[in-house]
């Protein structure tokens, strides 16, 4: 992973739990893999925009019948939070 990448689902991640107070626990990066994934299975994580192996995201959701993969656990709340917003930029 790369320091740019990490750094957004950080800040991420901060964001989002910054909203409710929650404590900065329970992320475990080792199980983060956010390379670029040349793969043709690669789909795009709908909040960071990086390229994730569906068989290696950290998350998932499903909005409307799609499923959504996720690079890293900051990624999902945010996404969960207001799908749409995070959608129409992907379209």
Known sequence: MNKLTYGICIGLFTVA?????SPM???DHS???MSADKSINA???PVS???VNPAK???KAVYKGKTYYFCCAGCKPLFEKNPRK???TTK
């Open 86 to 88: 995070y959608l129409k």
């Open 17 to 21: 739990l910054a909203g409710d107070n």
């Open 25 to 27: 626990t329970g992320m």
């Open 43 to 45: 789909v795009i994580c």
């Open 49 to 51: 925009k990086n390229k």
């Open 31 to 33: 199980k983060m893999d």
């Open 57 to 59: 995201a950290v998350d």
